[in-house]
């Protein structure tokens, strides 16, 4: 396993880290041990969770996954030995998710409710990386349209960061991280930061993989300038690039036959590029989702990558992605579907 710097911020982190959204709905605790015991064992070092999960949100099942963490970090003694990265949701309705039952914003009152919930559940007294999970500016989130403007308050970044700044100050934050955002974001959130003396983000956490490129329309050159680390989630489109869902399979247990919320991977020209790179892996003798992991991994402006699996034989091979260099003959490939298809679910 490699290793890159987050951010400015000297910590090295794994070129892959452990998504867990689906500990707690399909993973049970021992399967979300023993997930991370494999990891660990693999050299990552960072463990990525949020307060809402697992998957799919609901107020039954939330925090299940930070409680599976929690149990880790207690049974096993290591909490020095991986960095825990979580995060607090961004503008929202999940009224469930707070005491007073409030529609969720990144208000200093809810900032701090759900630090303390965190902490709690995972059984630690220090976050290190915490991250804003989605803007509490009015957005369309999670549905992959362009860019249109809503309007609606908004705290002010400066404010939001200011609450940060009190967590990182009272020890119980590292370093602060962003997630679904975009390049007018990001921008904000430093000149925020310079501007008022407030901690800088070290991250963010977009989905990337290769039917959604799109970060590296923006963003990638402002992560290369400002030293800024990308977090790369959906590494496998939540699924469908390992090829598991091609001509209209529905495997038993998987995410889509269980929840069917994948929609933005059937659109427009998604099924075509999707089983165009599962047909060029198999062409160069790949498997789907380790030529998929290891495109992201090999971007320079991708820092860790962050993997998911159900099965022990899913995170096997995962894991396995961060020793396979894609040849130069199957990059050029990538980029000629890329070129066909650009972008088609973002
Ligand atoms: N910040 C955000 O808004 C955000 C959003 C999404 C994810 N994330 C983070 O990123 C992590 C990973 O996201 P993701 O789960 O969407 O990643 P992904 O790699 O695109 O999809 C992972 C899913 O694909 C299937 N899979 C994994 N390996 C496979 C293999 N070798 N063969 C066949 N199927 C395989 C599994 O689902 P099935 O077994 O059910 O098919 C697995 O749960 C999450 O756990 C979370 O930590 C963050």
Redesign the pocket.
């Known amino acids: 396993m490699d290793y890159r710097e987050l951010g400015r911020t000297g910590l090295k982190v794994s070129r892959l880290?452990l998504?867990?959204?689906?500990f707690g709905e399909?993973n049970t605790e021992a399967e979300g041990h023993a997930q991370i015991d494999y990891a660990v064992d693999r050299g990552i070092n960072i463990i990525?969770?949020?307060e809402i999960?697992p998957?799919p949100p609901k107020a039954e099942t939330q925090g299940r996954t930070e409680a599976i963490i929690g149990s880790w970090i207690a049974a096993r003694n290591m909490r020095d030995k991986v960095m825990l990265a979580t995060?607090v949701v961004g503008r929202g309705k999940m009224a469930w998710l707070r005491k007073d039952g409030s529609p969720t914003r990144q208000s200093a009152k809810q900032i701090m409710e759900a630090v303390e919930a965190s902490l709690k559940r995972l059984k630690t007294d220090y976050i290190d990386l915490y991250?804003l999970?989605?803007p509490d500016r009015p957005m369309r989130i999670?549905e992959g349209h362009d860019y249109l403007h809503l309007e609606g308050d908004t705290h002010p970044i400066h404010e939001i960061l200011g609450v940060l700044a009190k967590l990182v100050a009272g020890g119980k934050v590292r370093f602060v991280g962003l997630?679904?955002e975009t390049p007018w974001g990001v921008m904000s959130f430093l000149k925020a930061s310079e501007q008022h003396g407030l901690p800088r983000p070290v991250s963010i956490?977009?989905?990337y993989?290769l039917v959604n490129r799109s970060f590296e329309t923006g963003l990638s050159e402002i992560f290369h300038r400002e030293q800024m680390s990308l977090l790369a989630?959906?590494?496998?489109?939540?699924?469908y690039?390992?090829g598991?869902y091609e001509g209209g399979a529905l495997?038993q247990?998987?995410?889509?036959t269980?929840f069917n919320r994948l929609g933005r991977y059937e659109k427009g020209n998604g099924p075509r590029a999707i089983s165009s790179y599962v047909a060029l892996a198999r062409k160069h003798g790949l498997?789907p989702?380790?030529m998929a992991?290891a495109f992201a991994v090999s971007r320079p402006f991708v820092t860790s990558t962050?993997?998911?699996?159900?099965?022990m034989?899913?995170?096997k091979?995962?894991i396995g992605a961060a020793e396979l260099t894609l040849a130069d003959a199957v990059l050029e490939d990538i980029e000629q579907i890329h070129l066909d298809y650009p972008n088609p679910c973002p």
């Open positions: 880290c998504g867990t959204m689906t399909q990525d969770a949020a999960y998957v995060k991250q999970h989605w999670f997630s679904n956490q977009n989905a993989n989630y959906s590494p496998l489109g939540q699924g690039l390992s598991k495997p247990g998987s995410r889509k269980l498997d989702s380790q992991i962050i993997i998911g699996a159900t099965s034989n899913q995170l091979t995962d």
